[in-house]
């Protein structure tokens, strides 16, 4: 009997899905890596070498290919890639691809802009597809990404490079109001990208949610998640995964700890860092300075350097909330010829992803703490990184000047850096990353702190923003827990109270001044155990993790920190020109 014709094509279809699903086991068994190795080390394989199966039963070798074409992967995520204009592959794809698409467990270590995201998201696909995962199977893969704007772009990879496939897949982040639509639809979806607090919370909460035949689980920016920041909601949610399954972890910094290893139940897994051999831990195309400007010059600097470059695209770098916005408010009253713009972790969650769109499209100013810093791709190029607060450690300094110089776009960076911190600059250089030491003219240098004085009499709500951006910058450096570059006792207090316009010095209730507030002691006068909207917190039973952590995700209780920005191409004028 003769089927209908649209069941009949269904059944061709399910045939042919069959018969490749077969085609690829054999192929990618056939070309297996040996494990350890690293398939960058491969001679490449010729760019007309036949692909597939090949005469007598035998296929092509894809250890070692360029092109993902050459890979076993299913048509429809060949197809999706083709139209995403993917051809070439990055090395941190070359080097992972052959070993994740054998279902082994991946720690990958790569540069910003190298290219992560596809590293993941193709073996999520393959495996899934190979597996026949259908509605009725539930989640077959988690994605968790530390911050949501991460994770949205993570998101959109997903679609556009998954789009011919069928499966059902859902963005589940904090900040949103539609926790209760997500609860009745998430046992349907296949694949989640989510963020750790979010996923928690359906764990914890949504009747029969089920994870218990996940194939992949899947951590970007792996070592933001391994943190203490995070160990909490990680070990929940992983105490509530099947153990065998495959994992994939990736970042521009990875860990090889055996304690995370062991938590998150890795076997065997392939160790790939692509770049740890490279000359330098940063882009190539990315160059960077630093140069030495005292606490109470920092505003008067940036303003030199905006004023300067007001046809770039510019990311401006503030240890907390409380900075970004009272530099943001006060350089806005002040007009210094171009946009400006403001992106933090108190910020709600629609009003961010504005503000990201706008400043991808727009030439402008962004003022942002690290929120930004973590794998955030802007689609234009980033020309200048700004670090006017130094950061923590040598990771973050990493993260944010990888906001520029992504991909084949080139980049710079600045790095303000106190005389007492001096010593970060060494650390820089111990991990191979070419700081170059500059001098700035400082015979060019733009003084805003009597614009900013004189600004705060007229307004009232600013001078309480600068008030706050005093006390949090203080306290971020004050629970630092590297003392070799961050040390409270060396910042010219009243200097740097006068730069922000301040026309008294705040009182610090957590320093206790000496000598009639000329020396300052290390004890601490904090009675209580909070940090309110100081924006500066800490997690119950543990020493303070950072100085710039923020409520990312305030709806969840988990803490984020981070923020960064990508891509650059320097324009005209050379550092040592800009003030």
């Not at 300075?289 to 505003?299: E, G, N």
Request: aromatic share 6%; proline share 5%.
């Amino acid at each position: 009997m003769k089927r209908p014709k649209s069941k009949q094509s269904r059944h061709q279809r399910r045939l042919s899905e069959l018969q490749e699903i077969e085609l690829l086991e054999s192929w990618i068994e056939f070309g297996r890596p040996d494990s350890g190795s690293n398939p960058l080390s491969l001679p490449p394989l010729p760019s007309d070498a036949p692909v597939g199966q090949i005469d007598g039963g035998a296929f092509s070798l894809y250890a070692g290919c360029k092109k993902f074409n050459q890979l076993p992967l299913s048509q429809k995520t060949k197809d999706g890639l083709r139209e995403a204009k993917y051809a070439k592959m990055t090395e941190i794809q070359r080097a992972s691809l052959p070993h994740a698409l054998c279902d082994r467990d991946i720690l990958g270590a790569a540069k910003t802009g190298s290219g992560k995201t596809l590293a993941f998201i193709i073996p999520v696909l393959e495996k899934l597809y190979r597996a026949r995962w259908g509605p009725e199977d539930g989640v077959g893969s988690i994605i968790i990404s530390p911050t949501r704007e991460l994770a949205g772009q993570l998101f959109e990879v997903l679609k556009s490079v998954g789009k011919h496939h069928t499966f059902s897949a859902g963005l589940l982040i904090g900040g949103r109001k539609d926790v209760d639509e997500e609860k009745e639809h998430v046992n349907d979806l296949n694949i989640l990208v989510c963020t750790p607090g979010r996923l928690l919370q359906h764990m914890d909460e949504t009747p029969n949610f089920d994870c218990s035949q996940l194939q992949v689980l899947v951590l970007d920016e792996a070592d933001r998640i391994l943190d203490v920041g995070f160990k909490k909601a990680l070990n929940a949610i992983v105490s509530q995964l099947p153990k065998r399954r495959q994992t994939l972890l990736f970042s521009a910094t990875q860990t090889k700890s055996v304690q995370d290893l062991a938590r998150l139940s890795l076997k065997d897994p392939e160790y790939l860092s692509v770049h740890e051999e490279s000359v330098t831990a940063t882009p190539n195309r990315l160059h960077q300075t630093a140069m030495i400007v005292p606490l109470d010059k920092k505003l008067d600097m940036l303003w030199s350097f905006i004023k300067a470059h007001l046809n770039s695209r510019i990311l401006v770098f503030l240890s907390s909330c409380k900075q970004v916005r009272f530099v943001f408010e006060a350089f806005k009253k002040l007009r210094p010829g171009i946009p400006l713009k403001c992106l933090h972790g108190r910020m709600k969650q629609e009003r961010r992803m504005g503000v990201y769109s706008q400043f991808c499209e727009t030439r402008s100013v962004l003022f942002s703490t690290d929120v930004t810093s973590r794998g955030l791709d802007f689609n234009k190029a980033v020309d200048w990184v700004i670090q006017v607060d130094c950061p923590e450690d040598v990771a973050t300094y990493i993260h944010r000047v990888g906001r520029t110089a992504r991909y084949l776009s080139g980049g710079r960076s600045v790095l303000f850096l106190m005389p007492s911190e001096m010593m970060m600059l060494e650390k820089l250089q111990e991990k191979k990353i070419p700081v170059q030491f500059i001098k700035a003219n400082t015979k060019r240098l733009q003084p805003v702190s009597g614009l900013l004085a004189a600004l705060l009499v007229k307004e009232e709500e600013l001078q309480h923003l600068a008030h706050r951006s005093f006390v949090t910058y203080l306290r971020s450096i004050y629970i630092n827990r590297d003392k070799e570059v961050f040390d409270v006792m060396k910042l010219p207090i009243e200097d740097f109270s006068a730069s922000l316009g301040l026309p008294m010095t705040p009182k610090v209730r957590f320093l206790k001044q000496k000598t009639k507030g000329k020396k300052l002691s290390e004890e601490s006068s904090l009675q209580e155990e909070t940090y309110d909207e100081e924006n500066i917190l800490e997690l119950p039973g543990a020493s303070p993790v950072s100085r710039n952590l923020e409520e990312d995700e305030a709806d969840e209780g988990f803490l984020l920190t981070k923020e960064t920005s990508h891509d650059g191409q320097g324009k005209s004028t050379d550092m040592a020109d800009i003030v």
